[in-house]
C-alpha cells in the first residue's frame, strides 16, 4: 500500500475479507485509519489482511453472529490499536431465493440471526468497550431491498428494513457522542450478488440511470463520509446507493 499518513483513527468492520466490506476497509485505510476486519473463512481473511496491509490491518476470523466472536473481535481491535472509533456492521447473509410465503422458518431465524442480531451485538459490545466513554460511528451496512418489496428475497429484505429501524433505535440512544447511520446499497459487483448479474450484467446495468452496477468503492466512499468529520451533524439516516434505479420505480 502507498504510505499515508495515520489518521488516529480505528475501524472495525465486519464480513470484510471480500466484496462491500473490503472495499470499505480500502476506503479507511487510504484515509489513514487502521482496521480490524472480520470473515468466516479465515484463509481468505489472511489473504486480504496480507494484501490490505498487515502493518495497519489485523483480522479475526468467526462467525458474525457468535457472541464470543464478537467480543473477541472488539478485544483484539483494542489490544492491536488501543480504541475502536468506528463500527461498519457490514456482514450478511441471503441463504434462500423464493417466496417468502414458502419460507423455511429455520432459514428466516438465520438470516435475522446474521443479518440483525449480529449487527446489534457488536454495536453493544463496541459501545461498552470503547464508545460510550470516547465516541465514534456506525455505519450499518443495509440494502434497497429493505425500502420496498423485493421478490424472492422477502426475508433478506425484511431482514435489511429491520436493520434500517436499528439504526433509529441506535441513533437515539447513543446520542451525542455516538453517530450512527445506514447505507442502502442497489447491486454491487460482488461475489454476494453475483447471482442477479451474472451472464446479464449488460441488461442489468441498463435498468440504473447512471448505467453501471455499483462497486464496493462506491459503498467504501460514503462509507469513509459517514464516519467523517463532515458527517459531524448527521444521524439515524439511511443513504440510498443505487446508481438512480429508485427513479424508475413504478415505470416500465
Given at each position: 500500500?502507498?504510505?499515508v499518513?495515520l489518521?488516529?483513527?480505528?475501524?472495525l468492520?465486519t464480513?470484510?475479507?471480500?466484496?462491500?466490506?473490503?472495499?470499505?476497509?480500502?476506503a479507511?485505510?487510504?484515509?489513514?485509519d487502521?482496521?480490524?476486519?472480520?470473515?468466516?473463512?479465515?484463509?481468505?481473511l489472511?489473504?486480504?489482511?496480507?494484501?490490505l496491509?498487515?502493518?495497519?490491518?489485523?483480522?479475526?476470523?468467526?462467525?458474525?453472529?457468535d457472541?464470543?466472536?464478537?467480543?473477541?473481535a472488539?478485544?483484539r481491535?483494542l489490544?492491536?490499536f488501543?480504541r475502536?472509533?468506528f463500527?461498519?456492521?457490514?456482514?450478511?447473509?441471503?441463504p434462500?431465493f423464493?417466496?417468502?410465503a414458502d419460507?423455511d422458518l429455520?432459514?428466516a431465524?438465520?438470516?435475522?440471526?446474521t443479518?440483525?442480531?449480529?449487527?446489534?451485538?457488536?454495536a453493544?459490545?463496541t459501545?461498552?468497550a470503547?464508545?460510550?466513554?470516547?465516541?465514534?460511528a456506525?455505519?450499518?451496512?443495509?440494502?434497497?431491498?429493505?425500502?420496498?418489496?423485493?421478490p424472492?428475497?422477502?426475508?433478506?429484505?425484511v431482514?435489511?428494513?429491520?436493520m434500517?429501524?436499528l439504526?433509529?433505535?441506535l441513533?437515539?440512544e447513543?446520542?451525542p457522542?455516538?453517530?450512527v447511520n445506514s447505507i442502502?446499497?442497489?447491486?454491487?459487483?460482488?461475489?454476494?450478488?453475483?447471482?442477479?448479474?451474472?451472464?446479464?450484467?449488460?441488461e442489468a446495468?441498463?435498468?440504473?440511470?447512471l448505467?453501471r452496477?455499483g462497486m464496493?468503492?462506491?459503498?467504501?466512499?460514503?462509507?469513509?463520509?459517514?464516519?467523517s468529520?463532515?458527517?459531524d451533524?448527521?444521524?439515524?439516516?439511511?443513504?440510498?446507493?443505487?446508481?438512480?434505479?429508485?427513479?424508475?420505480a413504478?415505470?416500465?
Amino acid at each position: 500500500m502507498t504510505t499515508v499518513e495515520l489518521s488516529g483513527k480505528v475501524a472495525l468492520i465486519t464480513g470484510a475479507s471480500r466484496g462491500i466490506g473490503y472495499g470499505i476497509a480500502e476506503a479507511l485505510l487510504a484515509r489513514g485509519d487502521r482496521v480490524c476486519i472480520t470473515g468466516r473463512n479465515e484463509d481468505a481473511l489472511k489473504e486480504a489482511v496480507e494484501t490490505l496491509g498487515a502493518d495497519r490491518v489485523i483480522g479475526v476470523a468467526g462467525k458474525a453472529h457468535d457472541e464470543d466472536h464478537q467480543a473477541v473481535a472488539v478485544e483484539r481491535t483494542l489490544e492491536a490499536f488501543g480504541r475502536v472509533d468506528f463500527l461498519v456492521n457490514n456482514a450478511g447473509t441471503n441463504p434462500v431465493f423464493g417466496p417468502i410465503a414458502d419460507l423455511d422458518l429455520n432459514v428466516a431465524r438465520k438470516v435475522f440471526e446474521t443479518n440483525v442480531v449480529s449487527a446489534l451485538g457488536f454495536a453493544q459490545k463496541t459501545w461498552h468497550a470503547w464508545q460510550k466513554e470516547n465516541g465514534g460511528a456506525i455505519v450499518n451496512i443495509t440494502s434497497v431491498a429493505g425500502l420496498s418489496a423485493s421478490p424472492f428475497i422477502g426475508a433478506y429484505g425484511v431482514s435489511k428494513a429491520a436493520m434500517d429501524n436499528l439504526t433509529l433505535q441506535l441513533a437515539h440512544e447513543y446520542a451525542p457522542r455516538v453517530r450512527v447511520n445506514s447505507i442502502a446499497p442497489a447491486v454491487v459487483k460482488t461475489k454476494f450478488a453475483q447471482a442477479l448479474y451474472e451472464g446479464r450484467e449488460e441488461e442489468a446495468a441498463a435498468a440504473y440511470p447512471l448505467g453501471r452496477l455499483g462497486m464496493p468503492s462506491d459503498i467504501g466512499g460514503a462509507a469513509a463520509f459517514l464516519t467523517s468529520a463532515q458527517a459531524d451533524w448527521i444521524t439515524g439516516q439511511t443513504l440510498v446507493v443505487d446508481g438512480g434505479i429508485f427513479l424508475k420505480a413504478g415505470n416500465s
